[in-house]
């Protein structure tokens, strides 16, 4: 008994610098953003604090450029996570079969996931340029825009350009998690299907498929969590301007810019708790999802 | 349709696709290592060409005389670094608690833990930025360092936890009979064991807080203080409408060669770590 209370002041002693940090970094400030969202102040000295109560949630669903703001975060989230779950799942496919070098191609597709997103915004903002940017080009040759076109300067374009790069760089990585549980699938299902008499077709939709259901599930929120508080794309490659603004970008301006001049650090910080709770939402799913054992 | 010819439409298609997921993967960092070696004028040709015609290594020397890029990469180095160290000794140190040793609560203090990673960062940008402005570390190393190390550690510690749990229990027990205390039996026989799960882990974090944008972009404000993602981000021409795109392109190709290789070396690893943190139950 006195060995192992003693190896729980150890335990708590080697526990305590993490747990530290991320209270300091992590928990108390979002108390902090909660408790600023009651009140109206900026972040200049002059600035008086004021008690509004749910006063800033209020004006907030009333501000069009939030309600925009949210609609582009929900259609960038729902777009680019579809279309990264069905592009994974098919070069999962691909990258499962048999054939030379597949170890290279494998390897190859880390590259998308490890050059940091400011940077590849920057790689795909030139070749979306109106000026000798390849993919342009390539768009106007194909005839899907028109000559002349700034691909990055039109709403109707701008942010299918922002969902390209996000498609670009997940896509390969939301594939490797899919290959490690199409891995799992005993070959023996297939040959017994094949056996039976299942073509591709019904062995894709009755093993694959279900088979890969909770692996797909998992990295489908992982990603929705990820794409709910997209910046660095966005803000790299439009600054939010053309209608591409998201919650996030539109939640830094309220709180770095505007709050210098005015009082929009408390209406700032109702917005952060808002993004938190969006997210709070999935993120419950996700941890339910996972059935987290920890003995 | 016969046998011989079911296969080779079989082969004929998985080449295609095979050739499409590398240039998907490839053709964006290809194009960025062609256009930092073109000069000026072929940039921007109305049709592009895939190779330069005159490749030149001036945007290369451009980029360190024209802006303190060099400074910038030091920044980085730095932060990541001594990120990487701090995170890997407290992820360790929880860890292994968690892992091996008898505590109550320890579900709860993983939970605690895990759940920081899924905290959006922009919900605690406002107050964690006026909190390191009344520490006075805005624009400063470790007004970088201690948030990265927040947000890395919940993605250390899981992966590593996992790590030391599947180690051999018999050898710690032995050196428990043997008299060795817990932190001895840490230092000189689990962290060695572990150094391959070390050396992965750290790397994920190294390249997490290298990659970071929206805390460097706030708590770094000059731009003598940027890390390679903002200064990137920011880099600006003489004038406003002018984008040095070839520059750029050299810049994104100097700090990404590394980082590609590291990732390349490390790929098994890497890929074992990153899917038993997003999908491991």
Redesign the interface.
């Given at each position: 008994m006195k060995v192992?209370t003693k190896?729980?002041v150890?335990?708590?002693w080697?526990?305590f610098?993490?747990?530290l940090?991320?209270s300091?970094?992590?928990?108390?400030?979002?108390f902090?953003?909660f408790y600023?969202s009651f009140y109206e102040f900026g972040?200049r000295p002059d600035i008086e604090r004021k008690f509004v109560g749910f006063g800033n949630y209020v004006s907030l669903f009333k501000d069009s450029r939030f309600i925009a703001a949210l609609k582009n975060t929900i259609f960038f989230t729902v777009v680019s996570v579809a279309l990264e779950t069905a592009f994974g799942l098919l070069?999962a496919i691909?990258?499962n079969?048999p054939?030379k070098l597949r170890g290279m191609?494998?390897?190859?597709?880390?590259?998308?996931w490890?050059?940091?997103?400011?940077?590849?915004?920057?790689?795909?903002k030139?070749?979306f340029?109106d000026?000798?940017g390849?993919m342009t080009?390539f768009l106007e040759n194909l005839g899907i825009i028109e000559h002349g076109v700034p691909i990055l300067g039109m709403p109707q374009t701008a942010m299918w350009a922002i969902i390209a790069v996000d498609v670009?760089k997940t896509?390969?990585?939301m594939a490797?998690?899919i290959l490690?549980?199409l891995q799992l699938i005993p070959e023996e299902l297939y040959e017994a299907a094949r056996i039976d008499g299942a073509n591709l077709w019904q062995r894709f939709t009755k093993i694959t498929l279900p088979m890969l259901r909770s692996?797909i599930a998992?990295?489908l929120i992982?990603r929705t969590?990820d794409a709910?508080?997209v910046?660095?794309v966005v803000?790299?490659m439009t600054r939010g301007s053309v209608n591409t603004e998201t919650?996030?970008v539109y939640?830094?301006v309220l709180?770095?810019d505007r709050?210098f001049t005015g009082s929009w650090?408390g209406y700032?910080?109702a917005l952060?708790?808002v993004?938190?709770l969006l997210?709070?939402i999935f993120?419950i799913i996700?941890i339910k999802s996972?059935?987290?054992?920890?003995? | 349709m016969s046998t011989k010819t079911k296969k080779f439409i079989y082969n004929f298609v998985?080449?295609i696709?095979?050739i499409f997921?590398?240039v998907?993967?490839?053709f964006?960092?290809y194009?960025?290592v062609v256009?930092s070696l073109k000069p000026n004028i072929e940039?921007?040709?109305?049709?592009?060409s895939l190779l330069p015609k005159n490749p030149t290594f001036s945007n290369y020397v451009k980029v360190f005389q024209e802006r303190p890029f060099h400074v910038n990469i030091i920044n980085s180095i730095i932060v990541s670094g001594i990120t990487t160290l701090t995170t890997l000794?407290?992820?360790s140190?929880?860890g292994?608690?968690?892992a091996r040793?008898?505590?109550?609560g320890?579900?709860i203090?993983?939970?605690?833990?895990?759940?920081?990673s899924?905290?959006?960062?922009?919900?605690?940008?406002?107050?964690?930025?006026?909190?390191l402005r009344k520490l006075g570390f805005i624009n400063t190393y470790q007004g970088l360092i201690?948030?990265y190390?927040?947000?890395t550690?919940?993605l250390t510690?899981w992966i590593l936890q996992n790590f030391f749990r599947d180690l051999p229990k018999e050898i710690e027990e032995a050196a428990a009979i043997d008299g060795c205390s817990?932190?001895r039996t840490l230092f000189q026989i689990v962290f060695p064991m572990s150094a391959p799960g070390l050396v992965a882990t750290g790397l994920l974090t190294f390249?997490s807080a290298?990659?970071e944008?929206?805390f460097a972009f706030?708590f770094m404000q000059k731009p003598d203080y940027y890390t390679?993602?903002?200064a990137?981000?920011m880099?600006a021409g003489r004038s406003q409408y002018e984008q040095p795109?070839g520059q750029?392109?050299a810049a994104?190709v100097i700090?990404?060669v590394p980082?590609?290789a590291?990732?390349?070396i490390f790929?098994n690893r890497?890929?074992a770590g990153?899917?038993s943190g997003?999908?491991k139950?």
């Open positions: 192992k190896e729980t150890v335990a708590w080697m526990v610098p993490a747990i940090v991320i300091i970094i992590a928990f108390f400030p979002l902090k953003t600023d972040l070069i691909i990258v079969q054939f191609v494998r390897a190859a597709m880390l590259i998308p490890a050059i940091p997103t400011a940077i590849s915004s920057q790689m795909w030139w070749m340029n000026q000798g390849i080009r670009w896509t390969p990585f490797l998690l490690a549980g692996t998992v990295a992982f969590l709910l508080r910046f660095d803000f790299i919650l996030a939640n830094r709180l770095m709050a650090f700032g910080s952060s708790v993004i938190f997210i709070s993120a996700y996972l059935k987290l054992k920890l003995d | 998985l080449v696709s095979v997921v590398l998907w993967c490839i964006p960092f194009w960025a256009s940039l921007f040709d109305s049709n592009p000794i407290f992820g140190f929880a292994y608690a968690i040793l008898h505590m109550r320890k579900a203090v993983m939970a605690l833990i895990l759940s920081v899924m905290f959006p960062q922009i919900s605690i940008l406002g107050s964690l930025f006026v909190i201690i948030p190390v927040a947000i550690l919940p510690t817990r932190l390249i290298w990659n944008f929206l706030t390679v993602p903002v990137i981000a880099f795109w750029l392109m994104a700090v990404t980082l590609v590291l990732v390349l790929q890497i890929i990153l899917s997003a999908v139950g």
